[in-house]
Protein backbone atom coordinates (compact mmCIF):
# COMPACT_ATOMS: atom_id res chain seq x y z
CA UNK A 1 0.00 0.00 0.00
CA UNK A 2 1.40 3.90 -0.76
CA UNK A 3 2.64 5.96 2.13
CA UNK A 4 -0.25 7.12 4.01
CA UNK A 5 -0.12 10.01 5.91
CA UNK A 6 -0.55 10.08 10.38
CA UNK A 7 -3.01 12.67 11.57
CA UNK A 8 -2.53 12.93 15.75
CA UNK A 9 -5.19 15.63 17.53
CA UNK A 10 -3.18 17.92 19.90
CA UNK A 11 -5.79 18.90 22.40
CA UNK A 12 -5.19 22.17 24.17
CA UNK A 13 -7.47 24.65 26.04
CA UNK A 14 -11.00 25.79 23.70
CA UNK A 15 -8.24 25.80 20.95
CA UNK A 16 -4.54 26.47 20.07
CA UNK A 17 -4.72 30.10 19.71
CA UNK A 18 -4.23 32.06 22.30
CA UNK A 19 -7.74 33.67 22.44
CA UNK A 20 -9.72 30.80 21.54
CA UNK A 21 -11.26 30.40 25.25
CA UNK A 22 -12.99 33.86 24.32
CA UNK A 23 -14.18 33.27 21.18
CA UNK A 24 -17.64 32.81 20.96
CA UNK A 25 -18.27 29.33 18.47
CA UNK A 26 -15.23 27.68 20.47
CA UNK A 27 -16.34 24.94 23.22
CA UNK A 28 -18.81 26.29 26.13
CA UNK A 29 -17.59 23.58 28.91
CA UNK A 30 -15.26 24.19 31.59
CA UNK A 31 -11.67 22.76 31.06
CA UNK A 32 -12.31 20.60 34.23
CA UNK A 33 -15.13 18.89 32.69
CA UNK A 34 -13.90 15.30 31.51
CA UNK A 35 -16.90 15.70 28.41
CA UNK A 36 -15.22 17.83 26.98
CA UNK A 37 -12.29 15.74 26.03
CA UNK A 38 -14.39 12.94 25.66
CA UNK A 39 -16.13 14.57 22.91
CA UNK A 40 -13.13 15.75 21.20
CA UNK A 41 -11.65 12.17 20.90
CA UNK A 42 -14.87 10.65 19.85
CA UNK A 43 -14.94 13.39 17.16
CA UNK A 44 -11.20 12.47 16.27
CA UNK A 45 -12.05 9.09 16.08
CA UNK A 46 -14.96 9.54 13.94
CA UNK A 47 -12.56 11.30 11.48
CA UNK A 48 -10.04 8.43 11.94
CA UNK A 49 -7.10 9.98 13.60
CA UNK A 50 -4.55 7.75 14.26
CA UNK A 51 -4.60 9.70 18.02
CA UNK A 52 -4.98 12.29 20.14
CA UNK A 53 -3.04 14.01 22.48
CA UNK A 54 -2.70 15.47 25.68
CA UNK A 55 0.17 18.29 26.86
CA UNK A 56 1.16 18.95 30.12
CA UNK A 57 3.66 21.79 32.59
CA UNK A 58 3.84 21.02 36.52
CA UNK A 59 3.17 24.61 37.54
CA UNK A 60 0.89 27.24 37.34
CA UNK A 61 1.26 29.90 34.80
CA UNK A 62 1.64 33.44 35.65
CA UNK A 63 -0.66 34.98 33.52
CA UNK A 64 -3.81 33.01 34.65
CA UNK A 65 -5.31 36.89 35.00
CA UNK A 66 -6.58 36.44 31.29
CA UNK A 67 -5.24 33.27 29.49
CA UNK A 68 -7.32 29.88 29.99
CA UNK A 69 -4.52 27.90 31.16
CA UNK A 70 -6.81 24.94 32.79
CA UNK A 71 -6.58 21.22 32.28
CA UNK A 72 -6.72 18.10 33.99
CA UNK A 73 -4.01 15.54 34.62
CA UNK A 74 -3.28 13.98 31.13
CA UNK A 75 -2.80 10.24 32.87
CA UNK A 76 -5.72 10.78 34.82
CA UNK A 77 -7.35 11.99 31.57
CA UNK A 78 -6.53 8.73 29.36
CA UNK A 79 -8.20 6.60 32.08
CA UNK A 80 -11.51 8.00 30.94
CA UNK A 81 -10.89 8.28 27.54
CA UNK A 82 -9.95 4.87 26.98
CA UNK A 83 -13.42 4.03 28.11
CA UNK A 84 -14.83 6.24 25.75
CA UNK A 85 -12.81 5.32 22.99
CA UNK A 86 -12.51 2.28 20.67
CA UNK A 87 -10.19 2.82 18.23
CA UNK A 88 -8.13 5.86 18.49
CA UNK A 89 -4.84 6.03 20.12
CA UNK A 90 -4.48 8.13 23.33
CA UNK A 91 -0.93 10.01 24.28
CA UNK A 92 0.10 11.67 27.58
CA UNK A 93 2.94 13.69 28.63
CA UNK A 94 4.60 12.79 31.67
CA UNK A 95 7.77 14.05 33.04
CA UNK A 96 11.10 12.41 33.44
CA UNK A 97 12.43 15.22 35.64
CA UNK A 98 9.98 15.24 38.11
CA UNK A 99 8.28 11.27 38.30
CA UNK A 100 9.64 8.00 39.58
CA UNK A 101 10.31 5.12 37.07
CA UNK A 102 8.18 2.56 38.45
CA UNK A 103 5.60 4.94 38.72
CA UNK A 104 5.64 5.86 35.36
CA UNK A 105 6.19 2.64 33.99
CA UNK A 106 2.84 1.08 36.08
CA UNK A 107 0.88 4.17 35.24
CA UNK A 108 1.08 3.61 31.35
CA UNK A 109 1.42 -0.39 31.35
CA UNK A 110 -2.34 -0.08 33.48
CA UNK A 111 -3.29 2.60 30.77
CA UNK A 112 -2.30 0.09 27.76
CA UNK A 113 -4.27 -2.82 29.22
CA UNK A 114 -6.97 -0.32 30.11
CA UNK A 115 -7.34 0.97 26.31
CA UNK A 116 -6.69 -2.69 24.54
CA UNK A 117 -3.12 -1.10 23.50
CA UNK A 118 -3.84 2.55 22.19
CA UNK A 119 -1.56 4.24 24.51
CA UNK A 120 2.01 6.68 24.24
CA UNK A 121 3.88 8.06 26.25
CA UNK A 122 5.45 11.73 25.04
CA UNK A 123 8.49 12.12 26.91
CA UNK A 124 9.26 15.39 28.49
CA UNK A 125 12.16 16.62 30.50
CA UNK A 126 9.93 19.63 31.62
CA UNK A 127 11.49 22.99 30.56
CA UNK A 128 9.08 25.79 32.51
CA UNK A 129 11.59 26.88 35.29
CA UNK A 130 8.88 27.03 37.79
CA UNK A 131 8.39 23.25 37.70
CA UNK A 132 11.29 22.76 39.98
CA UNK A 133 10.10 24.98 42.85
CA UNK A 134 6.72 21.89 43.17
CA UNK A 135 9.73 19.18 43.44
CA UNK A 136 11.78 20.45 46.47
CA UNK A 137 14.25 21.91 43.83
CA UNK A 138 14.88 25.65 44.47
CA UNK A 139 16.16 26.33 40.75
CA UNK A 140 15.69 24.86 37.09
CA UNK A 141 17.36 21.47 36.53
CA UNK A 142 20.14 22.40 33.85
CA UNK A 143 19.48 20.99 30.26
CA UNK A 144 21.99 18.85 30.08
CA UNK A 145 20.90 17.30 33.57
CA UNK A 146 17.30 17.05 32.64
CA UNK A 147 18.79 14.84 29.37
CA UNK A 148 20.98 12.98 31.31
CA UNK A 149 18.29 11.79 33.78
CA UNK A 150 15.52 11.38 31.07
CA UNK A 151 18.57 8.69 29.75
CA UNK A 152 18.90 6.73 32.99
CA UNK A 153 14.94 6.87 33.15
CA UNK A 154 14.34 4.82 30.07
CA UNK A 155 16.69 2.41 30.46
CA UNK A 156 14.55 1.25 33.94
CA UNK A 157 11.24 1.90 32.49
CA UNK A 158 11.90 0.10 29.68
CA UNK A 159 13.40 -2.83 31.63
CA UNK A 160 10.47 -2.41 34.11
CA UNK A 161 7.98 -3.20 31.06
CA UNK A 162 10.28 -5.95 29.43
CA UNK A 163 10.05 -7.55 32.85
CA UNK A 164 7.36 -9.49 32.26
CA UNK A 165 7.23 -12.38 29.17
CA UNK A 166 3.77 -12.25 27.38
CA UNK A 167 3.17 -15.72 28.80
CA UNK A 168 3.74 -15.05 32.61
CA UNK A 169 0.60 -15.51 33.26
CA UNK A 170 -1.05 -18.71 33.20
CA UNK A 171 -4.41 -18.06 35.79
CA UNK A 172 -5.04 -21.88 35.38
CA UNK A 173 -7.68 -22.74 37.94
CA UNK A 174 -7.75 -26.32 37.94
CA UNK A 175 -4.11 -26.52 38.15
CA UNK A 176 -4.03 -24.32 40.73
CA UNK A 177 -0.91 -22.23 38.81
CA UNK A 178 -1.39 -18.60 38.53
CA UNK A 179 1.99 -17.10 37.43
CA UNK A 180 5.25 -18.13 36.23
CA UNK A 181 8.09 -16.90 38.05
CA UNK A 182 10.91 -17.74 35.81
CA UNK A 183 9.05 -15.38 33.20
CA UNK A 184 9.22 -12.51 35.04
CA UNK A 185 12.44 -11.10 36.21
CA UNK A 186 14.13 -8.60 38.17
CA UNK A 187 15.79 -5.40 36.36
CA UNK A 188 17.89 -4.34 39.90
CA UNK A 189 19.15 -1.40 38.12
CA UNK A 190 21.48 0.89 39.88
CA UNK A 191 22.35 4.01 38.72
CA UNK A 192 23.30 7.36 39.01
CA UNK A 193 19.87 8.52 39.50
CA UNK A 194 18.11 5.57 40.16
CA UNK A 195 17.97 2.49 42.05
CA UNK A 196 15.34 -0.18 41.20
CA UNK A 197 14.70 -3.38 41.90
CA UNK A 198 11.89 -4.21 39.57
CA UNK A 199 10.28 -6.66 38.54
CA UNK A 200 7.00 -4.65 37.56
CA UNK A 201 4.23 -5.51 39.59
CA UNK A 202 2.08 -5.37 36.12
CA UNK A 203 2.06 -7.60 33.32
CA UNK A 204 3.03 -7.00 30.29
CA UNK A 205 1.05 -4.94 28.16
CA UNK A 206 -0.70 -5.33 24.60
CA UNK A 207 1.42 -3.27 22.81
CA UNK A 208 4.50 -4.58 25.07
CA UNK A 209 5.43 -1.34 25.62
CA UNK A 210 3.14 2.11 25.08
CA UNK A 211 4.38 3.75 22.05
CA UNK A 212 7.34 6.11 22.94
CA UNK A 213 6.84 9.76 22.00
CA UNK A 214 9.42 13.08 22.14
CA UNK A 215 9.58 16.42 21.42
CA UNK A 216 13.10 17.89 22.01
CA UNK A 217 14.21 19.89 19.03
CA UNK A 218 18.15 20.56 20.42
CA UNK A 219 20.64 18.72 19.92
CA UNK A 220 20.11 16.47 22.27
CA UNK A 221 16.67 16.42 22.24
CA UNK A 222 17.26 15.27 19.12
CA UNK A 223 19.49 12.19 19.93
CA UNK A 224 17.53 11.12 22.85
CA UNK A 225 14.55 11.43 19.90
CA UNK A 226 16.92 9.09 17.67
CA UNK A 227 17.21 6.20 20.39
CA UNK A 228 13.37 6.15 21.84
CA UNK A 229 11.02 8.00 19.85
CA UNK A 230 8.71 6.71 17.37
CA UNK A 231 6.99 9.39 16.63
CA UNK A 232 8.57 12.61 17.15
CA UNK A 233 6.26 16.36 17.55
CA UNK A 234 7.89 19.03 16.03
CA UNK A 235 7.22 22.74 15.40
CA UNK A 236 8.37 24.94 12.57
CA UNK A 237 7.25 27.72 10.62
CA UNK A 238 8.17 27.30 7.27
CA UNK A 239 8.63 24.13 4.92
CA UNK A 240 12.50 24.04 4.66
CA UNK A 241 13.15 24.01 8.72
CA UNK A 242 10.66 20.78 8.40
CA UNK A 243 12.92 19.12 6.11
CA UNK A 244 15.99 19.58 7.97
CA UNK A 245 14.57 18.11 10.53
CA UNK A 246 13.01 15.82 9.11
CA UNK A 247 16.57 14.63 6.84
CA UNK A 248 18.61 15.17 10.28
CA UNK A 249 16.41 13.08 12.56
CA UNK A 250 15.74 10.11 9.67
CA UNK A 251 19.61 9.92 9.53
CA UNK A 252 20.56 9.78 13.34
CA UNK A 253 17.54 7.11 13.94
CA UNK A 254 19.36 5.22 11.23
CA UNK A 255 22.75 5.50 12.91
CA UNK A 256 21.09 4.90 16.16
CA UNK A 257 20.41 1.23 13.81
CA UNK A 258 16.80 1.45 14.00
CA UNK A 259 14.75 1.69 10.57
CA UNK A 260 13.75 5.23 8.98
CA UNK A 261 9.92 4.03 9.53
CA UNK A 262 10.14 3.46 12.87
CA UNK A 263 10.30 6.91 14.02
CA UNK A 264 7.50 9.14 12.41
CA UNK A 265 8.19 12.59 12.31
CA UNK A 266 5.08 15.12 12.59
CA UNK A 267 5.24 18.62 12.32
CA UNK A 268 2.33 20.60 13.97
CA UNK A 269 -0.17 22.68 11.56
CA UNK A 270 -2.68 24.87 13.00
CA UNK A 271 -5.66 25.32 10.24
CA UNK A 272 -7.88 28.07 9.68
CA UNK A 273 -10.01 26.66 6.97
CA UNK A 274 -13.34 28.49 5.59
CA UNK A 275 -14.49 28.30 1.98
CA UNK A 276 -12.64 31.13 0.91
CA UNK A 277 -9.00 31.95 1.89
CA UNK A 278 -10.60 35.25 2.69
CA UNK A 279 -13.27 34.18 4.88
CA UNK A 280 -10.46 32.71 6.55
CA UNK A 281 -8.19 35.05 6.70
CA UNK A 282 -10.47 37.51 8.48
CA UNK A 283 -11.17 34.71 11.18
CA UNK A 284 -7.50 35.00 12.12
CA UNK A 285 -7.73 38.36 12.53
CA UNK A 286 -10.70 38.48 14.66
CA UNK A 287 -8.67 36.20 16.94
CA UNK A 288 -6.04 38.15 16.93
CA UNK A 289 -7.95 41.15 17.84
CA UNK A 290 -9.16 39.32 21.17
CA UNK A 291 -5.14 38.43 22.41
CA UNK A 292 -3.79 40.60 24.80
CA UNK A 293 -0.12 41.41 24.24
CA UNK A 294 0.90 41.58 27.82
CA UNK A 295 -0.13 37.62 28.18
CA UNK A 296 1.87 36.91 25.41
CA UNK A 297 5.38 39.18 26.26
CA UNK A 298 4.84 36.93 29.86
CA UNK A 299 4.88 33.55 27.77
CA UNK A 300 7.96 34.39 25.18
CA UNK A 301 9.61 35.59 28.99
CA UNK A 302 8.66 31.78 29.83
CA UNK A 303 10.24 30.39 26.72
CA UNK A 304 13.38 32.36 27.11
CA UNK A 305 13.87 31.10 30.58
CA UNK A 306 12.49 34.25 32.16
CA UNK A 307 14.20 37.08 30.36
CA UNK A 308 12.93 40.06 30.97
CA UNK A 309 11.64 41.27 27.64
CA UNK A 310 8.81 44.70 29.55
CA UNK A 311 10.98 47.16 28.30
CA UNK A 312 10.57 46.59 24.35
CA UNK A 313 7.93 48.67 22.58
CA UNK A 314 5.13 46.95 21.03
CA UNK A 315 5.70 48.85 17.54
CA UNK A 316 9.36 48.85 16.86
CA UNK A 317 10.78 46.21 14.54
CA UNK A 318 13.01 43.43 16.57
CA UNK A 319 16.79 43.04 15.90
CA UNK A 320 18.29 38.99 17.00
CA UNK A 321 20.15 41.07 19.43
CA UNK A 322 17.07 41.53 21.24
CA UNK A 323 16.95 38.58 22.40
CA UNK A 324 19.19 35.53 24.96
CA UNK A 325 21.43 33.12 23.11
CA UNK A 326 19.96 29.98 22.84
CA UNK A 327 22.53 28.35 24.84
CA UNK A 328 22.16 31.48 28.06
CA UNK A 329 19.27 30.07 29.48
CA UNK A 330 17.81 26.12 30.38
CA UNK A 331 14.57 26.14 28.85
CA UNK A 332 13.19 24.67 25.57
CA UNK A 333 16.35 25.62 23.00
CA UNK A 334 15.19 24.97 20.31
CA UNK A 335 11.65 27.23 19.99
CA UNK A 336 13.77 29.95 20.85
CA UNK A 337 15.66 29.30 17.73
CA UNK A 338 12.50 29.20 15.42
CA UNK A 339 11.42 32.55 17.06
CA UNK A 340 14.83 34.11 16.36
CA UNK A 341 15.02 32.63 13.29
CA UNK A 342 11.40 34.81 12.51
CA UNK A 343 13.26 37.96 13.66
CA UNK A 344 16.26 37.57 11.68
CA UNK A 345 14.09 37.07 8.51
CA UNK A 346 10.91 39.12 8.80
CA UNK A 347 11.84 41.88 11.68
CA UNK A 348 8.56 42.08 13.02
CA UNK A 349 7.53 44.24 15.66
CA UNK A 350 6.98 42.98 18.99
CA UNK A 351 3.43 43.51 18.44
CA UNK A 352 3.28 41.18 15.37
CA UNK A 353 5.70 38.70 17.10
CA UNK A 354 3.24 38.27 19.45
CA UNK A 355 0.28 38.03 17.38
CA UNK A 356 1.86 34.77 15.34
CA UNK A 357 2.92 33.11 17.70
CA UNK A 358 -0.37 33.39 19.75
CA UNK A 359 -1.68 31.49 16.59
CA UNK A 360 -0.04 28.33 18.06
CA UNK A 361 3.28 29.12 19.84
CA UNK A 362 5.72 28.98 16.88
CA UNK A 363 4.13 26.11 14.81
CA UNK A 364 3.23 26.71 11.23
CA UNK A 365 -0.36 28.37 10.78
CA UNK A 366 -2.09 28.50 8.13
CA UNK A 367 -5.32 29.99 6.95
CA UNK A 368 -7.46 28.99 3.92
CA UNK A 369 -9.61 26.78 1.95
CA UNK A 370 -10.17 22.90 2.54
CA UNK A 371 -8.18 22.41 -0.69
CA UNK A 372 -5.45 24.67 0.29
CA UNK A 373 -4.88 23.13 3.51
CA UNK A 374 -4.74 19.53 1.83
CA UNK A 375 -2.42 20.62 -1.11
CA UNK A 376 0.03 22.17 1.95
CA UNK A 377 -0.06 18.39 4.03
CA UNK A 378 0.09 16.88 0.62
CA UNK A 379 3.12 18.67 -0.59
CA UNK A 380 4.83 18.59 3.18
CA UNK A 381 4.43 14.47 3.06
CA UNK A 382 6.02 14.53 -0.15
CA UNK A 383 8.29 17.08 0.05
CA UNK A 384 10.06 15.26 3.02
CA UNK A 385 8.75 17.34 5.37
CA UNK A 386 6.35 15.44 7.68
CA UNK A 387 5.26 11.81 8.00
CA UNK A 388 1.99 13.23 8.58
CA UNK A 389 0.25 16.19 11.10
CA UNK A 390 0.31 17.16 14.99
CA UNK A 391 -3.27 18.78 14.00
CA UNK A 392 -3.56 21.90 16.26
CA UNK A 393 -7.02 23.47 15.16
CA UNK A 394 -6.86 27.26 16.50
CA UNK A 395 -10.54 26.71 17.67
CA UNK A 396 -12.21 23.44 19.79
CA UNK A 397 -14.09 21.90 18.71
CA UNK A 398 -15.26 23.97 15.46
CA UNK A 399 -12.19 23.79 13.51
CA UNK A 400 -11.66 20.04 14.26
CA UNK A 401 -15.25 19.82 13.31
CA UNK A 402 -14.23 21.91 9.78
CA UNK A 403 -11.10 19.68 9.28
CA UNK A 404 -12.87 16.24 9.62
CA UNK A 405 -15.73 17.31 7.39
CA UNK A 406 -13.46 18.82 4.87
CA UNK A 407 -10.25 18.33 4.58
CA UNK A 408 -10.35 14.20 5.60
CA UNK A 409 -12.39 13.14 2.92
CA UNK A 410 -9.84 14.97 0.27
CA UNK A 411 -7.07 13.23 1.98
CA UNK A 412 -8.77 9.87 1.64
CA UNK A 413 -9.99 10.60 -2.23
CA UNK A 414 -6.24 11.68 -2.92
CA UNK A 415 -5.40 7.86 -1.34
CA UNK A 416 -3.47 9.65 1.05
CA UNK A 417 -5.19 8.77 4.43
CA UNK A 418 -7.21 5.72 5.37
CA UNK A 419 -11.11 5.14 5.37
CA UNK A 420 -11.24 3.03 8.15
CA UNK A 421 -9.14 1.99 11.19
CA UNK A 422 -7.16 -1.18 9.96
CA UNK A 423 -5.77 -2.50 13.36
CA UNK A 424 -6.63 -1.42 17.02
CA UNK A 425 -3.71 -0.60 18.67
CA UNK A 426 -1.70 3.03 18.34
CA UNK A 427 1.12 0.73 17.09
CA UNK A 428 -0.80 -0.75 14.23
CA UNK A 429 -2.47 2.88 13.49
CA UNK A 430 1.27 4.48 13.28
CA UNK A 431 2.86 1.10 11.48
CA UNK A 432 5.44 0.51 14.43
CA UNK A 433 6.34 -2.84 15.31
CA UNK A 434 5.46 -4.54 18.70
CA UNK A 435 8.96 -4.41 20.71
CA UNK A 436 10.07 -8.30 20.59
CA UNK A 437 10.20 -9.99 24.16
CA UNK A 438 12.62 -11.60 26.57
CA UNK A 439 14.19 -14.74 25.19
C1 LIG B 1 4.08 19.53 19.91
C2 LIG B 1 4.93 19.68 21.13
C3 LIG B 1 4.38 19.40 22.36
C4 LIG B 1 5.12 19.54 23.53
N1 LIG B 1 4.53 19.28 24.72
C5 LIG B 1 5.22 19.49 25.86
C6 LIG B 1 4.59 19.26 27.11
O1 LIG B 1 3.44 18.87 27.18
N2 LIG B 1 5.30 19.49 28.23
C7 LIG B 1 6.62 19.91 28.20
O2 LIG B 1 7.21 20.10 29.27
N3 LIG B 1 7.24 20.12 27.01
C8 LIG B 1 6.57 19.93 25.86
N4 LIG B 1 7.18 20.16 24.66
C9 LIG B 1 8.58 20.60 24.65
C10 LIG B 1 9.53 19.47 24.28
O3 LIG B 1 9.41 18.39 25.17
C11 LIG B 1 10.98 19.96 24.25
O4 LIG B 1 11.42 20.34 25.52
C12 LIG B 1 11.10 21.13 23.31
O5 LIG B 1 10.62 20.79 22.03
C13 LIG B 1 12.53 21.64 23.19
O6 LIG B 1 13.45 20.66 22.86
P1 LIG B 1 14.72 20.50 23.76
O7 LIG B 1 14.26 20.05 25.11
O8 LIG B 1 15.52 19.42 23.05
O9 LIG B 1 15.43 21.82 23.82
C14 LIG B 1 6.46 20.00 23.47
C15 LIG B 1 7.03 20.28 22.22
C16 LIG B 1 6.28 20.13 21.05
C17 LIG B 1 6.90 20.44 19.72
Redesign the pocket.
Known amino acids: MARQLHLNL?INSRGHHEASWRHPNSTPRVMTDIRYYQELAQKAEAGLFDSI??????ALADDIASAARTWLEPITALGALAVSTSHIGLIA?A?TTYTEPFNLARQFASLDHISGGRIGW???????ATAARNFGGTGQVS?AD??DRGEEFMQVVRALWDSWADDAILDDRDGGRYGRPDRIRPINHEGAHYRVAGPLNVPRSPQGRPVLV?????????A?AARHAEAV???HMEKATAQEFYADLKARVVAAGRRADQALILP?LSPMIASTEAEAQRLTRELNELTDPEVGRKRLSARFGGHDFSHLPLDKPLRPEDFPKSDAHE?????TEVIIGLVRREQPTLRQLLASLAGARG?FTFAGTPEQVADLMSEWFSDGAADGF?VMPPILPWMLDVFVAEVVPLLQRRGLFRTAYEGSTLRAHYGLDRPSVMR
Open positions: FFLADQLTSNIVTSWMHRYQAGSSDTGRFFTAGAARSRHN
